[in-house]
């Protein structure tokens, strides 16, 4: 066996309540708070006066910062970054789903760095966060971009249309509070694409050349999770042991993310959701993974018969290799049962830009295809794509 290293230093509260910590959690780090979230639903469902609540309990000063749009862009971290210089914040603390807290710890940066955020998301010759970084608390409110345990800010560049991510480990969270009850308000089409992005976050690193024994076990037991319980998160917004299954799942596939990072799927939707921000991430994933899957199915037979049988579709008592060429069979009936069986052209993609996402996933998102275990050519990406773009 090769050797392999494993590393997530992010503490994690997980249950039911753990929201409540918010303000002890931030309080080790400081005394002025900026508490970032988005446009709406942490307003809306009470969360945001909660958790301003709890830090003001706790003794800090809070500026709220409420302007993260999903797909959030350099200029609206600059903002905030601005923002957060003014009022010298020296904690930052993150309510909401992906977008605001990689938003968050994009802000963590350039507020303490001379240069923009767009510096440190070039393709090259980016800047590189330093030990300035202001620390971070992040509280999830999906269960989908395990960003609450990652070192990645993933954040779009207005001026070049690119998405990518600034890549640190002083971006990893201080603590990352999972509490299964602030996902109960999450509609059904947001469960079910930030869901999409768990699986794909598991299946991705389990079929990437940087899996090991350790992200191996965290990403079977993800995607098994996302098969028992993405449908019935779906189906009933209300099932809190569904919101704990799902949010559970989302942590297996996060210590798998941050030690694998993502590979092909992940490198070819980020320009996706770049060029039309109206695509949500987990979505534009969904439309490719099912061709992915029958495409490359049998690079690693084993992988992908496990796969299937996690999902409850291998043959029973045969090898698992024999059953590989389910996956992708099992993957759709996944997918179609949480509304996302479906191809690139359904989200408003345009066919002529297929070959323009390629060549930005090749230019930003190299390192990404890289960790794929297939040689995957130009020509081969397109293929992907135009295989994805309608139903046959
Ligand atoms: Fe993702």
Known sequence: MPQFEFHNPVRLLFGAGTIDRLGEEAARYGGRAMLATGRGSARDSGLLDRAVALLDDAGLDVTVFDRIMPNPTDEI???GAELAREQNCDVMVAVGGGSSMDAAKAIAVAATHDSPAREFLKPQDRAQPTDATLPLICATTTSGTSSELTPFAVVTTTSE???????????????????????????????ANTGADVFAHAMEGYFSTHANPLTDLFAERA????GRHLP???????SLDDREGMALANVYAGYVLSNCGASALHALEHPISAHYPEVAHGAGLAAMMVTFVERYWDRDPYRFGRIAHLLGRGIAGAAFEESAEYAADAI??????????????????????????????????????????????????IALLEASFAAE
């Open 77 to 79: 971290v600059d903002e």
């Open 161 to 191: 249309t690119m998405k990518s991510a600034i890549r640190s480990d002083y971006i990893y969270p201080r603590a990352a509070i999972v509490d299964p009850e602030l996902t109960l308000t999450c509609p059904p089409s947001v469960t």
């Open 223 to 226: 995607m098994t999770l996302v």
């Open 232 to 238: 019935r998160a779906v189906d009933d917004c209300s």
């Open 332 to 381: 759709q009936v996944l997918l179609s049962r949480i509304g996302l069986d479906i191809r690139l052209g359904d989200l408003g993609v345009e066919r002529d830009m297929l070959p323009t996402i390629v060549d930005d996933a090749r230019h930003y998102m190299s390192t990404a295809i890289e960790k794929t275990p297939v040689e995957l050519s130009r020509e081969d990406l």
